[in-house]
């Protein structure tokens, strides 16, 4: 059974960083793209970054560039996201979807790709 469960999120001041955590199961990291993606109230996911499998290549919108950082540890099949400088206007709830049919790289078919796993999901709230 494909699993994602995110962790870490919390209440931190603007400015302020937070580091979340996502566990994959049932498959590896090693050979699919992951990343994550942002969702406000009453607004649809939006994508913020995205890791390769083979060579870690990453990619970021331009919301979370330079403030953002993907990475991942395939022992423990685990993506993190170190968040810095956040602002109450970043979207709160951060989920860590990946694609396990179409795509392996952080192309525009995995961000497009309506075929994503996601889990429940964690609120990092950012406010003083």
């Known amino acids: 059974q494909v699993q994602l469960v995110e962790s870490g999120g919390g209440l931190v001041q603007p400015g302020g960083s937070l580091r979340l955590s996502c566990a994959a199961s049932g498959f590896t990291l090693d050979y699919y793209a992951i990343g994550w993606f942002r969702q406000a109230p009453g607004k649809e996911r939006e994508g913020g970054s995205c890791i390769s499998s083979y060579d870690g290549s990453t990619d970021y919108a331009d919301s979370v560039q330079g403030r953002f950082t993907i990475s991942r540890d395939n022992a423990k099949n685990t993506v993190y996201l170190q968040m810095n400088s956040l602002k109450p206007e970043d979207p709160a709830v951060h989920y860590c979807?990946?694609?396990?049919?179409?795509?392996?790289?952080?192309?525009?078919?995995?961000?497009?790709?309506?075929?994503?796993?996601w889990g429940q999901g964690t609120l990092a709230t950012v406010a003083s």
């Open positions: 979807p990946t694609e396990l049919v179409l795509s392996r790289v952080c192309d525009a078919t995995w961000w497009d790709s309506e075929l994503k796993v």
